[in-house]
């Protein structure tokens, strides 16, 4: 079946730290990625997207990085605050012929004043 | 930015009855729509991709009787579900796409 979150994992960051938060998407074929922020009660918000063709994206606050050949995207964030306290979900696009999403697990962010 | 509206914002109902749940964009055309669910502390699992005029695609083990999905134009799509029970309490998410995939804000749906 697609990918399925479980409970999720928490990573404790300090305000003004970096963070790195991990995924690994399970289809070869994929060929576009995307990081969604989900805040409690609220659909997912587009972060940062990259296509397979590239290793590493940067933005505003944040950077993500893809490695083909393990499967498997970071995010980074960086000087951490406290609004960034979320859910984290990677995402992939299966490259079936539509524009379907297919979510990761997630992992929840809290940022420690 | 594109904006994507879903109503109601959350729902309670009585078991055996149905609900229905609509997704708009309201600032452009959506060729195509999806609708997910999303329970407590799990990530959002894709249940049906909805085409403006043709029959929606579900995912494996989505029961396309009970999640009817109507998609009439290309600014709206209505989830229906029907016969509700108490596992079908969760957070119900649409998304819309004219190539770029836009979130609605989702239905907290509880059955009683």
């Known amino acids: 079946g697609e990918s399925v979150g479980l409970h999720l994992p928490t990573l404790s960051v300090q305000e003004g730290d970096n963070s790195i938060i991990n995924c690994a998407y399970s289809n070869s074929a994929s060929d576009y990625f995307i990081w969604y922020k989900q805040e409690s009660g609220k659909g997912p918000q587009f972060i940062i997207d990259?296509?397979?063709?590239?290793d590493k994206r940067q933005g505003q606050r944040v950077t993500v990085l893809l490695n083909k050949t393990v499967k498997h995207l970071s995010l980074q964030i960086a000087a951490t605050q406290p609004g960034d306290s979320a859910v984290y979900f990677c995402?992939?696009?299966?490259?079936?012929?539509?524009?379907?999403?297919?979510f990761g697990a997630g992992t929840r962010l809290f940022v420690k004043a | 930015g594109a904006v994507v509206s879903q109503h109601p914002s959350w729902v309670i109902c009585k078991s055996g009855t149905s609900v229905k749940i609509e997704c708009r964009s309201l600032?452009?055309?959506?060729?195509?729509m999806f609708w997910y669910r999303q329970f407590p502390k799990q990530s959002l699992m894709l249940m049906a991709t909805s085409n403006e005029g043709s029959k929606a695609t579900y995912e494996q083990g989505v029961e396309k009787d009970k999640f009817l999905i109507n998609h009439a134009s290309l600014t709206l799509s209505t989830l229906t579900v029907t016969s509700a029970h108490p596992e079908d309490s969760s957070f119900y998410i649409c998304s819309a796409s004219d190539g770029t995939q836009y979130f609605g804000p989702g239905t907290r749906l509880t059955v009683l």
């Open positions: 995402a992939e696009n299966p490259n079936t012929g539509g524009f379907k999403t297919i």
């Open positions: 600032d452009f055309q959506a060729t195509t």
């Open positions: 990259i296509r397979s063709n590239m």
